[in-house]
């Protein structure tokens, strides 16, 4: 069995509100083993019988003995296999490890699958309960989780599920982490009080046993959350330290475009490359927020910005610690917002607004321009740091081949003046044409809008 180490609270009430300070297991002494607890004679091991005598109690009713283990479930192959797999995906965000083992004597964990029944406690659709990593009154460093089975949703373990949350947050609290309202989350007194900006609920914690409607289909599989959240990823970490292995190359996160089985909330831990949130498939309007969870108290944004794609229930949040430098935008009206690090943010499609924020920030234009239904506002452009592309494939007409734009393709003014003048800058209303022929009969393209009375020049534009 693996020794146990002594943590103590962080001090941040946030992160401090989903874990428990005291005992965590100490990974330099191996993984934590796993045991999947059988109910009696099931696949040939004696059951709750041995497991009871291996530990000698149940922690939640003394008397479990008398009862037999009665109210215990087989659990079935595919069943075992998404346990572990929920288990092991811990071990992306921190220095956690799990191990399977067929014995109940060298066991420090053991699940069991149970009906609500004598678990008063436990009587919520997918609910779950576990020990603490040693148990007080005997000493011994062996801890039961039980997970209860009482709603149709629950049957499937497939990640975006009810099912596969609440067996993730089964792991979670294996390790240590604990119900908010057990912990004291700000603004949590009891367990169906959301609390400050609603963060008792999924999807912005494992360890809650609200949920958002209605971001979530109990039968449909989706709207879940599929890792730990952003939140739970910081009390992880601050127990077990980081992986920093994980994700270290170039990165593209998706966003799901339907709420379809597997749709659910994923928080992006990556350890370094250069890495991007895309809504390449996405039609629909998309927010993507490339800033990571601030994790501090009265911040609505504490447990990280969610980028989604309209009135689907699912997307991304970033960890706190986790730098995703890039953003790539859909066919819709899409808000894009960068963060303080060197942002390439392509709005794509539709009339995006984009935001770089701090930083050295490329805005990419890449779709043959309209000025219609293709163009993108710039909040705060930066002459001093940001720079804007052009596809040549696009902008087909400009004469640079690559490169920066050559200073007689650029003008200031409300129109060209000459043939050569292709890209326009009115400095009074801040908009961006494209002019295929300059003072030709061809009619200039607004494609942008970016701050008035800026110092724009040729500079400012690279043919790409």
């Given amino acids: ?23 965590v297991w100490d990974m330099s002494d191996g993984p934590v083993k796993v045991k999947i607890g059988t109910a009696n004679g099931h696949n040939g091991d004696g059951g709750w019988f041995e497991a009871v005598d291996v530990k000698g109690r149940d922690v939640f009713d003394p008397d479990a ?7 215990t479930q087989p659990w079935t192959l595919s069943d075992e296999q998404a346990l572990m797999q929920a288990a092991q995906s811990l071990e992306a ?33 997918g609910s779950f309960e576990h020990e603490a990593p040693v148990e007080p009154i005997t000493g011994q460093q062996q801890s ?28 979670a609290q294996a390790v240590g982490l604990n119900w908010a309202h057990e912990e004291g989350m ?22 809650s046993v609200n949920k958002l409607p209605p971001n979530h289909s109990f039968y449909g599989n989706y709207g879940f959350l599929k890792t730990p959240s952003a939140i739970d990823v910081a009390a992880l970490q601050a127990m077990y330290g980081a992986n920093m292995t994980t994700a270290t190359g170039n990165n593209q996160y998706v966003l799901p475009t339907a709420n379809v089985q597997g749709t659910g909330w994923t928080t992006i831990w990556d350890a370094g490359g250069i890495d991007t949130i895309s809504a390449a498939y996405s039609t629909l309007p998309v927010s993507i927020n490339l800033n990571q969870a601030s994790l501090n108290v009265g911040d609505p944004n504490a447990a990280g910005y969610f980028s989604r794609q309209m009135n689907v229930y ?24 960068g963060n303080a690090y060197a942002n390439v943010i392509k709005g794509g499609l539709g009339n995006d607004t984009l935001k770089g924020l701090g930083g050295r920030d490329t805005f990419v234009f890449s779709s043959k321009p309209n000025s219609k239904t293709n163009i993108d506002k710039i909040l705060d452009y930066s002459v001093a740091s940001d720079t804007i592309q052009l596809a040549k494939a696009s902008f087909s ?46 009619a200039a393209i607004k494609f942008a809008t970016i701050g008035k009375n800026l110092k724009m020049s040729a500079a400012e534009f690279v043919i790409i």
């Fill in 1 to 23: 069995m693996s020794r146990i180490k002594q943590i103590t609270k962080t001090g941040n009430p946030l992160v401090d509100g989903v874990f428990t300070a005291g005992n």
């Fill in 65 to 71: 003995l008398a009862r037999n283990g009665s109210d």
């Fill in 93 to 125: 965000f921190c220095g956690v490890k799990f191990e399977s083992t067929s014995s109940f004597e060298g066991a420090d964990v053991v699940w069991w699958r149970v009906y609500g029944g004598r678990f008063v406690d436990l009587d919520i659709p």
């Fill in 144 to 171: 039961w989780g039980y997970l209860v089975n009482l709603h149709d949703g629950f049957q499937s373990y497939v990640p975006g599920g009810l099912g596969f949350q609440t067996i993730l947050g089964l792991a």
């Fill in 186 to 207: 700000p603004g949590v007194d009891s367990p169906y009080d959301k609390g400050d900006f609603g963060f008792n609920a999924s999807p912005y914690t494992l360890m």
């Fill in 314 to 337: 699912g997307g991304f949040t970033i960890a706190k610690g986790t730098v995703i430098e890039n953003a790539t935008g859909g066919k819709g009206n899409d808000l894009i917002v």
């Fill in 397 to 442: 007409k400009i004469v640079t081949k690559k490169g920066a734009l050559k200073s007689n393709e650029f003008w200031k003014g409300t129109k060209a003046h000459d043939r050569d003048d292709h890209i326009i800058y009115d400095t009074k209303s801040g908009a961006l044409y494209y002019d295929p022929d300059g003072t030709g009969s061809a």
